[in-house]
């Protein structure tokens, strides 16, 4: 883990969304990238974090298909064995937190469990991006993703 993402366990929601507002979206993805869960504000977040990457979600695999590198789909990986599973469409648009442009995760249209699931990312350094995950309209928690140059 960076030591941006330790950094960010850290931090409070606020000064994550703070972050996160303040990013451009950048470069989306490509290939295989290493997932962090944040809950925010908790004194046990890096134990939460483990714990999730251990037996839960360990990053998305991203597969960029606009010769542009706009559009593109990915799987999740979940499981100690790091199994593909359920799958999004990647595109950029308006963020639900702030309508400026982000990086949308959007598994609307591409799984039955998920459907009500949207991801957002901005790459906050190189490599490495601050995502919000919103069920419906309510944003739930925050996560990080670090591709494998940074």
Do not use: C
């Amino acid at each position: 883990m960076s030591p941006t993402v330790q950094q960010w366990l850290a931090m409070s929601r606020e000064q994550l969304d703070e972050l996160y507002r303040q990013a451009e979206p950048g470069k989306i993805p490509n290939g295989d990238t290493r997932g962090t869960p944040i809950v925010a504000g908790s004194h046990l977040a890096r134990a939460y974090a483990r714990l999730a990457r251990l037996f839960a979600w360990q990053g998305k695999v991203f597969d960029m298909f606009a010769e542009d590198g706009s559009a593109g789909v990915l799987v999740n990986k979940v499981t100690p064995l790091s199994l593909s599973f359920v799958v999004a469409k990647v595109y950029r648009a308006p963020s639900w937190m702030d309508q400026r442009e982000t990086i949308v995760i959007d598994y609307s249209t591409t799984s039955f469990f998920f459907r009500a699931v949207r991801d957002e990312i901005r790459e906050i350094e190189p490599g490495v991006y601050l995502g919000k995950v919103w069920l419906g309209k309510t944003r739930i928690l925050d996560f990080a993703l670090e591709s494998p140059t940074s």
